[in-house]
């Protein structure tokens, strides 16, 4: 192991997680808030851990192997999440260590699960500080270190490789540096032009910065405990639900479209596999939602919430505009199907990815026909091309791992007792998923659990981010053996 390399990279990430802090900073200032103090020693201290690290840990060795990439992912994260608690703590938002914790990795891991149940006294600049590390992690961290800090590692893909949303690394240009850049650019692109629509739609710019950044991010935190709802604007909504599907979608999807690569729009399977998931829950959603009091057969209005709903959910974005735990046993079934789907590979959004759940479809298929002809070779294509007998088979171990940290999740928090067994394993898979909302007793907070309980939750909320593996990884002595 490479440990000076990693102290390095270490200390570069929480410098820059320190210049990320300067622009709430700002708000705060601007806005005449109180929360300007805790703002500037929380980057000061992030700094001053950071550049210590960044100056005196000199590798004599800047390859960088996969070991070293999947550790540096996994300590990024936990790094980040540790600091990014700080202003919530200095403010006394949220005075209690794992409350903020909890906070600051639901944020960077666009999540969007809160410990918050009292929104009307959010300072500025820390609510500002709340809503942009959903920005910042929907990208990702490592991605956006390789697009802004000059190159220092070797063969830097193993880091973004870690820390790519799916099994497929989305790769636009033959370095990995210019691939940064460019879906950097297109993600910043998206975000101006819904942070426009909003202004348009008559939203302030604050309030439009804060839900852009939780859709960009598909993180979901807003400055209002009824979320979008407390708009209670139709255009808003639609603008909202567009923008969350958009980023659910691969954002080299959108580079290809501007270069003139439509076909390769037309041409993606895990794209239509996207729409066709959507498409079949708002058709579910409008049976079972026409008929409750609140909607009353108004089509117009059922629509929009049916898309929004499932634009929310698809997207792990996490919105609210409406309590699930009322919702037929038939919506909630569909929800949590949407949750474990997630979106596309290359998107900013959370679950197993449309990708995953495509091929192992493919597979399963497969083995019945290999029940009935067993002498016949199927190969399971995707794409266009033949998949790769190890890709499918990596698959199939995420899937268990994945369905095996619900459960255990589940499982381990019902020991405080503090829940019910649907909201103790909604509450996992929510978090594993980084979508946000559960039911039951996490509907709107989960203020409710123990420190235990926040420290398991904030795990999987990593693991499901980084797609599990950087994280497990960690945990493994042999990793921290040898040179």
């Known amino acids: 192991m490479n440990y000076k390399l990693v102290i390095r990279m270490l200390g570069t990430i929480l410098i820059l997680e320190a210049a990320l802090m300067l622009p709430s900073l700002a708000i705060s200032l601007c806005c005449g808030a109180e929360d300007a103090l805790a703002l500037t020693l929380a980057a000061l201290i992030t700094l001053a851990a950071g550049l210590p690290m960044r100056l005196l840990a000199k590798p004599e060795s800047k390859n960088l192997r996969a070991r070293e990439g999947f550790v540096i992912v996994g300590l990024a994260w936990l790094a980040m999440s540790l600091f990014g608690a700080l202003p919530f703590l200095f403010s006394g938002f949220l005075p209690d260590f794992f409350d903020a914790l ?51 590692t070797g063969r830097n893909a193993f880091l973004v490789l870690a820390e790519s949303p799916g099994p497929s690394l989305s790769k636009v240009a033959p370095k ?73 979608m691969n954002l080299s999807l959108f580079y290809a479209l501007a270069i003139g690569r439509w076909r390769d729009l037309v041409r993606s399977e895990e794209l239509r596999w996207y729409l066709l998931i959507n498409l079949g829950a708002v058709l579910i959603f409008l049976t079972q939602m026409l008929p409750l009091p609140e909607y009353n057969w108004d089509f117009g209005k059922t629509l929009r919430h049916a898309c929004f709903q499932t634009a929310t959910i698809s997207s792990t974005s996490g919105f609210g505009i409406a309590d699930l735990n009322v919702w037929p046993i038939a919506m ?51 794409e266009g091309r033949g998949v790769d007998e190890k890709m499918l088979h990596q698959i199939c171990v995420f899937g268990i791992v994945y369905a095996a940290l619900v ?77």
């Open 176 to 248: 990995m540096r210019d691939s940064s850049k460019i879906l950097y650019l297109i993600y910043a692109v998206l975000s101006l032009l819904m942070f426009v629509a909003l202004l348009f739609c008559g939203l302030n710019p604050y309030d439009a910065a804060i839900q852009m950044m939780g859709t960009a991010g598909t993180g979901g935190f807003s400055n209002y405990a009824a979320s979008v709802g407390a708009f209670n604007s139709p255009a808003v909504e639609i603008v909202v639900t567009v923008f969350m599907t958009v980023f659910g």
């Open 332 to 382: 909630k079934t569909v929800i949590v199907v949407l949750m474990f789907c997630g979106s596309c590979t290359g998107s900013t959004a959370g679950g197993m990815k449309t990708m995953r759940i495509a091929l192992l479809f493919k597979q399963s298929k497969r083995e019945i026909q290999h029940t009935f002809s067993p002498r016949r070779v199927n190969v399971v294509r995707f």
């Open 407 to 483: 459960v255990l999740g589940g499982v381990i928090v019902s020991f405080e007792g503090h829940f019910d067994l649907e909201t103790n394993f909604s509450a996992a898979l929510t978090c594993i998923s980084n979508v946000g909302p559960g039911f039951g007793g996490v509907s709107g907070s989960f203020a409710g659990y123990g420190s235990f309980s926040k420290v398991i939750f904030s795990m999987l909320m990593l693991a499901g981010r980084l797609e599990i593996f950087p994280i497990l990884i960690l945990f493994h002595p042999n990793v921290w053996r040898g040179a």
């Open 102 to 152: 909890f906070e600051s990795v639901s944020g960077f891991t666009t999540t969007g699960a809160t410990m918050i149940t009292d929104f009307s006294h959010m300072p500025m600049g820390v609510t500002f500080w709340r809503s942009f590390t959903h920005w910042i992690g929907g990208m990702g961290v490592l991605v956006l270190t390789l697009a802004i800090v000059p190159q220092f």
